[in-house]
């Protein structure tokens, strides 16, 4: 079935980085991009990018601009956000989700990220 | 970049009540381009509209979309107890979210 499944748990301490991994399986990877969505605890969702399964082309938000790097491997469907610089209102559950066109249909089951000293 | 704007930001009804959601966009986006989303705590979001009107897989017919422009609304009819969540709507950005609570 189609599914993405991130990678597990992970606690950072401050000014570190974190990458979080995306499988993508049941479809195909290159014809639809993916985007990652944040959630900080008690706080709404927000949309931090966006790459091209295809050609690799990202897109962020401009708060985030700097600090995040999303890459993809075709060779694994296998989608990465790396955020650096790490702070402590960067904790929250990422998801990324498969992306076409404004349309976010399948999301991963979530990846929480704890920062903190 | 264009700022979604949700209104009320909680919604108490009860079962069998109908709930409408707002959504205002800061500029004018293509109804194309408007989706709305459930999340519940512990769940990923779930796609419940896009395209402004179109239901995704799985989701039942009380849930349907209206709007264009900067306007859209999301409306449930025959609220169930299942329903109780917050819900997103979104064109890059999301908005704040609507809190539906069910009495």
């Known amino acids: 079935q189609v599914q993405l499944v991130q990678s597990g748990v992970e606690v950072k301490n401050p000014g570190a980085s974190v990458k979080v991994s995306c499988k993508a399986s049941?479809?195909?990877?290159?014809?639809?991009?993916v985007s990652w969505v944040r959630q900080a605890p008690g706080q709404g969702l927000e949309w931090m990018g966006w790459i091209n399964g295809k050609t690799g082309d990202a897109g962020y938000a401009q708060g985030l601009q700097g600090r995040v790097t999303m890459t993809r491997d075709t060779s694994t469907n296998t989608a990465y956000m790396e955020l650096r610089s790490l702070r402590s209102d960067d904790t929250a559950v990422y998801y990324c989700?498969?992306?076409?066109?404004?349309?976010?249909?399948?999301w991963g089951q979530g990846t929480m990220v704890i920062v903190s000293s | 970049e264009i700022v979604m704007t949700q209104s009320p930001a909680t919604l108490s009804l009860s079962p069998g009540e109908r709930a409408t959601l707002s959504c205002r966009a800061s500029q004018g986006v293509s109804s194309s381009n408007l989706s709305w989303y459930q999340k519940k705590p512990g769940q990923a979001p779930r796609l419940l509209i896009y395209a402004t009107s179109t239901r995704a897989t799985g989701i039942p017919a009380r849930f349907s979309g209206s709007g264009s422009g900067t306007d859209f609304t999301l409306t449930i009819t025959g609220l169930q107890p299942e329903d109780s969540a917050v819900y997103y709507c979104?064109?890059?950005?999301f908005g704040g979210g609507t809190k539906v609570e069910i009495k």
């Open positions: 979104q064109h890059d950005f």
């Open positions: 049941g479809y195909s990877f290159t014809s639809y991009g």
């Open positions: 989700a498969r992306d076409w066109g404004y349309v976010r249909d399948i």
